[in-house]
């Protein structure tokens, strides 16, 4: 009868043993997850400033200048460059004559 409680009582103490290890194993797979999720989070949020800087990196970027003009006094060139890394498409240019302001 004395052994019989002896062995219960060593089962019951692995018993608490195996339960801690469990749930420390627990806590630990818990907190693994977490940081996976959140690292790949991070990883989306990465890609995603990846994409758009090869976006504004690729973009076209049309400058226009008025300049004196060459042919005679009194006129104006427009000179339009394109600086960016891919050719500017669809683009298109209008003007509007405007009024000229005197002072009399």
């Known amino acids: 009868m004395f052994a019989t ?9 692995m018993a608490v043993f195996a339960w801690r290890t469990a749930k420390a194993t627990l806590k630990a ?6 940081a996976a999720a959140v690292s790949a989070k991070a990883a989306q949020e990465a890609n995603e400033q990846a994409r ?7 973009r ?3 400058f226009v200048e008025v300049k ?12 339009v460059t394109n600086n ?3 050719p500017a498409r669809d683009s298109f240019s209008s003007t ?3 009024r000229r302001n ?3």
Do not use: C, F, K
């Open 29 to 34: 797979s818990e907190e693994a997850s977490h």
């Open 96 to 98: 509007t004559r405007g």
């Open 84 to 86: 960016g890394q891919s």
């Open 68 to 79: 004196p003009g060459l042919a005679a006094v009194g006129t104006w060139d427009l000179r």
């Open 5 to 13: 409680a002896v062995l219960t009582l060593a089962i019951l103490v």
């Open 52 to 58: 758009l800087d090869s976006i504004a990196q690729t």
């Open 102 to 104: 005197s002072m009399t």
């Open 60 to 62: 076209p970027y049309v």
